[in-house]
C-alpha cells in the first residue's frame, strides 16, 4: 500500500474526533434567576424575561429559568448569599438590601444622587460602573443589569418644594431618603407598604416620597392633592439583576457577550418603562384634579446640600472605597448638572478649598 494511503487510515480517525469536538455544541446549561417582584406588573419582572429571552437568543446552549416572587424557596435577603456562594445564578436584587454586607453598594441609594434617567446611562459608560463592578466582584458578585428608578412627592395638605417644606408633615419614604426627611423635619411613618394608601386616606399620613411604578400601584392619585415630580428627583432606587460570580467565571467570553448585550436591550426597557410609568403618574395626578410641580434646580440643590449633610457624609465615613466611588460620581453627575461653584462645595469640604 502506498505510504501516503497508510499516513491517511491512521490520521483520519483522529482528524475525525478532532472535528467533531470542535463542532459539537456546547453542553447545555440552565441558569437559575430568582425574584421577588411580580413577573408581568413589576417593570423588573418584565425586564428579567425579555433578558432570558434576549441572551438564550444568542446562546441556545444557556437555559434560563425564571422564579418571580420568591418561588424558588429562597428569602430576599437569602438571594444574596445564595449568589455569593454560587447556589443561585441570578437574582433581581434591590442594592438597599446588600449594603449590610456590602456597605459601598450605599452609593445606589443616595437620596439626590441621580437627578435624572440619563445621568444614570453617564454613569454606566463611566469609572463608576466599573468600580461599583470590582466591589461587586470582590463580594463574589457580577452587576448585570442597570436598572435605576426615580420618584417623587406626593403628599394630602400641601406641595413639597425645599426641604423646609416638610417640616411637621408625617411622612414616609424608603431606604436612606427617610433619613433625609427627618434632617427635614419631618415626622416619619413606618407603616406597611401595602398600608401605605389606606394611611394616607386616614390621615395618619400626610405622604410619600417613593418610585413612579408605586403611585400607580398604591392609586396615590386618589388620595393625594399635592404631587412633585416629574423633573429632578432625590428618590433614588436601583434595583439590578446580579449574577453569581462563579456562574460568570465559567462561562465562555462568547456567553458573556451574549449576556451584556441582552442585558443592554433589558436596560432600555427598562428606562421606557420607567418614563412611561412617570406619565401615567402626571396623567393619573392631572385626572383627579391634583396640583403637580417639579422641583427647580435650586430646590434640587437645597435638597441636595441636606443629603449631603444627613447621608453621604456618613457614606464616604464607611470606607476609602466609598469615598473614592462617590467623588467619581459626583464628578461625572455635576460636571453635567451643577455649575462649577456647586461642583466645588461638593467636591470638597469647605476647610479643603483654600
Known amino acids: 500500500m502506498h505510504k501516503a494511503t497508510l499516513a491517511l487510515l491512521f490520521v483520519s480517525p483522529f482528524l475525525l474526533v478532532f472535528c467533531a469536538l470542535r463542532t459539537s455544541p456546547v453542553a447545555s446549561q440552565e441558569l437559575r434567576i430568582s425574584h421577588q417582584f411580580h413577573e408581568t406588573r413589576d417593570t423588573r419582572g418584565r425586564a428579567t424575561r425579555i433578558f432570558a429571552e434576549e441572551a438564550n437568543l444568542r446562546t441556545p446552549e444557556l437555559k434560563f ?28 436584587f434591590p442594592l438597599v438590601f446588600a449594603i449590610k454586607k456590602v ?17 444614570a446611562r453617564t454613569l454606566k459608560a463611566s469609572e463608576v460602573h466599573t468600580k461599583l463592578q470590582e ?16 420618584g417623587g412627592f406626593a403628599t394630602t395638605s400641601k406641595e413639597i418644594t425645599t426641604p423646609s417644606s416638610v417640616q411637621g408633615l408625617r411622612l414616609q419614604s424608603c431606604g436612606l431618603a427617610q433619613k433625609v426627611l427627618a434632617g427635614a423635619g419631618a415626622q416619619l411613618g413606618n407603616e406597611p407598604w401595602d398600608d401605605i394608601a389606606v394611611r394616607i386616606e386616614m390621615g395618619v399620613l400626610d405622604g410619600v416620597a417613593v418610585p413612579y411604578e ?37 462561562l465562555t467570553p462568547e456567553q458573556r457577550q451574549s449576556i451584556e448585550d441582552a442585558a443592554d436591550i433589558s436596560d432600555t426597557y427598562f428606562e421606557t418603562s420607567q418614563q412611561e410609568a412617570e406619565r401615567r ?74
Open 65 to 92: 429559568r425564571i422564579y418571580p416572587q420568591l418561588s424558588l424557596g429562597l428569602s430576599r435577603d437569602g438571594q444574596l448569599e445564595a449568589l455569593q456562594s454560587g447556589n443561585l445564578d441570578l437574582a433581581v
Open 103 to 119: 456597605p459601598e453598594f450605599s452609593l445606589a441609594l443616595l437620596p439626590g444622587l441621580l437627578p435624572n434617567l440619563a445621568t
Open 135 to 150: 466591589i461587586a466582584a470582590a463580594n463574589g458578585l457580577r452587576i448585570v443589569t442597570w436598572w435605576w428608578m426615580r
Open 214 to 250: 408605586d403611585f400607580i400601584g398604591m392609586g396615590l392619585h386618589q388620595h393625594a392633592k399635592f404631587g412633585t415630580f416629574g423633573g429632578p428627583s432625590i428618590v433614588t432606587c436601583f434595583s439590578p439583576l446580579l449574577m453569581s460570580k462563579k456562574t460568570w467565571d465559567r
Open 281 to 354: 403618574a402626571v396623567a393619573a395626578f392631572q385626572k383627579a384634579g391634583a396640583t403637580i410641580r417639579s422641583l427647580t434646580h435650586d430646590e434640587y440643590i437645597s435638597w441636595l446640600e441636606l443629603a449631603q449633610k444627613t447621608t453621604w457624609t456618613d457614606y464616604v465615613k464607611g470606607s476609602p472605597a466609598s469615598k473614592d466611588l462617590l467623588n467619581s460620581a459626583m464628578r461625572v453627575i455635576f460636571t453635567e448638572f451643577a455649575t462649577k461653584e456647586e461642583l466645588v462645595d461638593f467636591l470638597f469640604p469647605e476647610d479643603e478649598k483654600n
